[in-house]
């Protein structure tokens, strides 16, 4: 039976999965590009294979040099057809096949030849490919023509010179500044396209004046900028310069900000309201007009501007919910809306702004809601719970059954995690919350199918578990997972059961039971567990260590990064001594972008590599240890991640790394020579301590010689005294003598010159005499020092209306590691806890617990309680925060 014929129109079109270049392959499309060469050229034709090289090529099939060389020049044949849509299609190509700056030269005449045509589209065409394609060289021959395209009366054409000036900027800078006047002329113009390109690359061009920046934004702001986009633009420009200023009550541009809300362009309106509720200490007074802008949005017709509007209310209900309490009753009709994404802000922002009589009520709306939405919306709404139940503790009960409901029903592994998470920082945040918690959790392990949500709530369970009213009622909930499931799984519920043994003396008869059952277990880690649990809690008659021993064995935490360790056993080499875990580093290392580049990336003069040996600061100690002049220096406490001294693209990159010893501090200058032609020796800096009167420079060890592209190190040491932390600027120049290379021998001339080259400034903190050191459980290691280590002290921070800046600007002085996730405040909230851990110069252990809240000026104030295990380091971490 014969098939039916598939028409043009037929069904087929329909189909998402249907392309009419399926199955097109690079062989087959190369050879139907000869049809270029053709002597009767068919546009037609000849528009159907350049439109099907077009997609191999954004599709990212690689054409080969001598592939792409071939179809260039068969494409420039067709300059030869008058057809308006083929010539089109040869400007596209040529952009995007240009083999090199030589093969171009011979398409630059017939471009050249249409940028003076009379046909309009031909201009605007050939000058963005000329300004594609072209080099320095070039370029000023045609300046002329594209400064006369700027202020063309046809806007394609001053449109398509504006966007090349754009792009040639980056390339060749000191050209397009010379196009100023034409620029400034095309503002004025009457075309909306033409205006918003002009003042992109008028700041453009400006970018780098900040005071010709303002100068610019203020003319414009008072001038007729009719674009909508030009006029979206100026907003951002001018919300920047406020951003910037030091006044930030910069009136005339927030009355322009203003003023811009009663525009009769609804993206110019939302794009002002964005800006204002986006500006740094913005006040309520100088909110409320976006916020009602924003709000007869929530009404529109429109989804987009729905979005918008619920969307940036949701962001500024995190800084000021007070603020959007108004647009409560028009969110609330949002909650059936089709669009789920608009429904799911605005349900998150009801739960950021509601207050505590609208609950109840909020949680039958989302009880109905949540399964409408994907995975990604339904996790936004668990963070924005969470936020709500730490704002009204005494709502706990059911905001906590509603997490455990939506915690059995179907889900992937992100969204199950949000819920535990939530789940675990309210038992931790509300103590009557936490056998309801504990309680909900246990009966999720029951039908738990990931692994690591079981693991991680049967740790949390040992922990938190046996200090409950009655401990026993989890055994049964533990056990089950030894005999059910996995066994990552089942080794975590023989910890968590030793934890019970070890703080309930009433369950140790049961707990020993249980232990001996997993003795039979076929794992072996299981076996192992429970073997040295058995051994350790003091099971058949065995000896038996004190409870603070076995207690610190069990819940107390390694006291070294995970990292680190498994660092140090790598390269640890079998020998008689045995492993000393004393030996690894207690530094946490933050990974620093050079460190992040692709392996066997050369530099490219961005910044001088960090020449950071595999190993950190054991490398680092090996490396100092076998310099003369540093040997003696003893155990280093710390290495600085690389500082950069020099900007991004300079002849010379320079980092540096501050390496802290008792009394000493070594600098080692990291050197790269960007230069080909040029060899450095004799290479060192010269470090001016004036503003850093406590140290005094003992040592300096300069480089003999840096070639081309081979990072070198020069170190200098400065004494300070010991146990004080010094801290002070440097300033910094490198010195050294250069040599020309010559070119045809590659050999360096016998005679060089001597040069210097100025580097930043480098600062010593208080910071840098501070290990980050975590601890995994803060509660146990606070009681277990000393109280009468203890200082407590308050201040007043000045931030106003922001816990988050004052937590940050507190952990950045001190270089301490947060703990608990604690370094995160929660939206809306007024006040927040903090803990820190380190380790002080000397190996000082400290912690740190911070507790912040808004004073009745809605400035933070702060309470700072400090144990450690000297006194006189207590009051040191307080004179620091004091005179930080």
């Not at 009379?118 to 400064?147: F, P």
């Not at 090349?164 to 034409?182: A, C, D, F, M």
């Not at 080499?573 to 875990?581: G, N, R, T, V």
Request: some cysteine; aromatic content about 8%.
């Amino acid at each position: 039976m014969a098939q039916p014929l598939i028409k043009k129109d037929d069904d087929r079109d329909d189909e998402a999965e249907y392309s009419p270049f399926l199955g097109i392959e690079k062989g087959a499309v190369l050879q139907d590009a000869r049809v270029f060469n053709d002597p009767q050229l068919d546009p037609r034709k000849c528009s159907q294979v350049i439109t099907k090289l077009l997609y191999l090529l954004n599709q990212g099939n690689a054409f080969t040099k001598v592939e792409a060389t071939e179809v260039f020049f068969s494409v420039t044949k067709l300059f030869q057809s008058k057809d308006t849509g083929l010539r089109r299609m040869v400007y596209l190509i040529i952009k995007e096949l240009s083999p090199s700056a030589d093969e171009v030269i011979i398409v630059t005449s017939s471009l050249m030849k249409d940028m003076n045509s009379k046909t309009d589209m031909y201009r605007a065409n050939a000058i963005r490919v000329l300004c594609r394609i072209t080099d320095g060289t070039l370029l000023t021959q045609i300046e002329r023509y594209l400064k006369q395209a700027i202020v063309d009366k046809n806007p394609v054409v001053a449109s398509a010179a504006l966007v090349s000036g754009i792009h040639l900027l980056q390339t060749n800078p000191e050209i397009v500044k010379r196009w100023s006047n034409e620029v400034q002329e095309a503002v004025h113009s009457r075309s909306a396209l033409v205006q918003f390109h002009a003042i992109a690359l008028l700041h453009q061009i400006r970018q780098n004046d900040r005071l010709a920046v303002s100068k610019l934004v203020a003319s414009l702001t008072r001038g007729s900028v009719r674009s909508p986009l030009a006029q979206c633009l100026l907003i951002r420009y001018t919300s920047q310069i406020i951003r910037e200023s030091s006044q930030t009550g910069d009136r005339p541009f927030l009355d322009y900000l203003e003023g811009c809300l009663r525009h009769k362009a609804e993206m110019v309106i939302f794009e002002a309201a964005r800006a204002i509720t986006e500006l740094n200490g913005v006040t309520a007074r100088e909110l409320t007009p976006a916020i009602t802008v924003l709000q007869l949005f929530l009404s529109s017709s429109k989804p987009v501007l729905r979005f918008a509007a619920v969307r940036t209310l949701n962001k500024v209900a995190m800084s000021h919910p007070m603020a959007v309490t108004n647009c409560n009753i028009d969110m609330e009709s949002l909650i059936s809306d089709q669009n789920r994404s608009i429904a799911t802000l605005a349900i998150t922002t009801l739960l950021k702004t509601g207050n505590e009589s609208s609950v109840d009520r909020l949680m039958k709306q989302i009880t109905n809601f949540m399964s409408d939405i994907a995975d990604e919306f339904k996790i936004v709404v668990v963070e924005a719970i969470r936020s709500l139940c730490l704002k009204f503790p005494l709502k706990y009960r059911a905001l906590m059954n509603f997490l455990s409901n939506i915690l059995r029903e179907e889900g992937g592994f992100e969204y199950k995690k949000a819920i535990v998470d939530s789940i675990v920082i309210l038992i931790r945040d509300i103590p009557d919350a936490k056998e309801n918690g504990l309680l909900h959790l246990c009966e999720f392990i029951e039908d738990c199918e990931f692994t690591y949500l079981s693991t991680q709530i049967l740790h949390f369970l040992g922990i938190e578990g046996p200090k409950t009213a009655d401990p026993s009622k989890y055994i049964r909930y533990i056990y089950n997972r030894v005999i059910l499931e996995n066994a990552t799984v089942r080794a975590a519920a023989v910890s968590t059961l030793s934890k019970f043994g070890a703080t309930v003396d009433a369950l140790k008869p049961r707990i020993f039971t249980l232990l001996r059952r997993c003795l039979f277990d076929s794992d072996d880690e299981v076996r192992d567990r429970a073997t040295l649990y058995l051994q350790t809690l003091g099971a058949d008659d065995a000896a038996v260590e004190t409870d603070e021993v076995v207690k610190d064995f069990l819940f107390g935490s390694l006291d070294v990064p995970l990292g680190n360790l498994e660092a140090s056993l790598k390269n640890y080499e079998a020998s008689e001594l045995p492993f000393d875990i004393h030996s690894v580093s207690k530094e946490i290392k933050s990974q620093t972008l050079s460190e992040k580049k692709a392996p066997g990336k050369k530099p490219t003069g961005l910044g001088a590599p960090p020449t950071t040996p595999s190993s950190g600061i054991d490398a680092y100690e090996k490396l100092l240890s076998s310099i003369p002049e540093f040997s003696s220096y003893g155990k280093l406490f710390k290495s600085s991640p690389p500082v950069e001294l020099t900007e991004a693209e300079t002849e010379y990159a320079v980092n540096v790394v501050k390496h802290v010893f008792d009394s000493h501090i070594v600098f080692q200058f990291n050197c790269t020579n960007t230069i080909p032609e040029q060899l450095l020796e004799n290479v060192s800096v010269f470090v001016d301590a004036s503003e850093a009167e406590e140290f005094s420079e003992v040592a300096c060890r300069p480089l003999r010689s840096l070639p081309y592209d081979s990072p070198g190190q020069t170190f200098v040491a400065f004494e300070k005294p010991e146990g004080i932390p010094s801290i002070g600027k440097f300033s910094n120049v490198l010195r050294f003598t250069v040599k020309e290379i010559e070119p045809s021998t590659g050999e360096a001339e016998e005679e060089g010159v001597e040069d210097e080259y100025q580097l930043e400034e480098l600062e010593v903190t208080c910071a840098d005499y501070m290990q980050k050191v975590g601890v995994s459980n803060f509660r146990n290691a606070w009681e277990s020092m000393d109280p009468e280590g203890e200082r407590v002290d308050e201040y007043g921070l000045g931030y106003r209306e922001s816990l988050v800046a004052a937590v940050n600007a507190v952990i950045n002085l001190l270089g301490m590691q947060p703990c608990e996730g604690t370094e995160t405040v929660p939206t809306n909230s007024r006040s927040h806890t903090c803990l820190l851990s380190g380790v002080y110069i000397g190996n000082v252990k400290v912690l740190v617990r911070l507790q912040l809240g808004l004073d009745s000026n809605r400035e933070v104030a702060m309470k700072l309680a400090v144990r450690s295990e000297d006194e006189a380091v207590s009051d040191v971490i307080h004179e620091i925060v004091a005179s930080g």
